[in-house]
């Protein structure tokens, strides 16, 4: 069996897609430390810089003192600890939503909520970028699952119509992303809404890389857009701009109460900690105020600085309408993509490699993302590196 695995091993690596972990040994920020060397992290969804910041720090630290470590059982049994409700009530106030459940994380979020809307028989219509977890929670559920070229709307109509003609009085789910998470670009909001009222189809928008980034108090897209009560699902994590972890699904109190009854990563895992919980609180807090909402545009200052500045090459023309803190710069082959990241490791920036099958064979990348913590000369010397090495 061994053989068999080192066999696949040396396969992957022959066709450079082999990974490998990489200790960090300082906190995360816009430099993190790599054996030994000073980085400059152009790879993290902190976006906010709030992963090392006082306010979440001191808020884990008192949940601590006053809860412990660990949360000690599931949700149902004993583990809704006061940071939790909190963070629950204040995820729906943020949101503008009836209410609010964590898990803890977001991938377990998408593998217990897919599985609870959807069963057999039922329709999933899926954007083709979709994240991981999405895939895995539509597969899990055992429902008819089909792909939709990427925000092409009259694909997706045309399934809509073809899951209504051959599976009347079934559910049909579409599942989204509200900003992408390997393409950075946005899906169409208004006009998904649309279809999917217009087939009584459920819609679950996936707001990761939106929310902390996109609205006023960086609320995601559906809030944004005044799409609360037509996006039945939102889900989101706390992970990224939210400096914690774990995830989140927003929407009615039904819908909230029926994934406490079916969620299955809900119901047979234990609690985030509670002191992760405060954590997102005072994460989800500090976005309330009127110096999150600094933070959040001194980002998008960044972001703006990062569109002017990132060439241009053949394969990212289209890169002009950067619409997230999130810049694909595609390379296409696997090779070019690990050799440019690699370099670029040399003049002591940090941009990973993105490849099959995280995105499809041949559309390897890097994957620069901008946090408002970077500083503005650590945006003009990546873009001059990749002036200078990506041609
Ligand atoms: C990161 C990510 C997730 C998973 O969230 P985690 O909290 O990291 O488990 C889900 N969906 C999208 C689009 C993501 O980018």
Redo the contacts with the bound molecule.
Sequence with gaps: MRDLFAEQLEALRARSLDRHLREISSAQGPEIEVAGRRLINFSS?DYLGLVNDSRLREAAIAAIGEFGVGAGASRLISGTQSPHVRLESALAKWKGTEAALCFS????T?LGTIPALVTKNDVVLLDKLC?A??IDGAKLSGAILRIFPHNHLGKLESHLEWAQREHAGKRILIVT?SIF?MDGDRAPLRELVELKKRFGALLML?E??AVGVIGRNGRGRAAEENLNHDVDVQ?G????ALGA???YICGSRILIEWLVNRGRSFIYSTAQSPAIAAAALAAVDFLSSAEGEERRLLLWKQINLMRELLPVNAMNKKRGDASSAIFPWIAGDEQAALELSRALQKERFLVPAIRYPTVARGAARLRITVTASHEENQIRSLCQAIKRLGA
């Excluded at 994380?105 to 377990?108: A, D, F, I, K, N």
């Excluded at 994590?237 to 990224?240: A, D, F």
């Design positions: 969804n994380s977001g991938y377990t998408a994240h977890s999405l992303e998470s996936d990761a890389h889900m994590t706390l992970s990224k972890s774990g995830g």
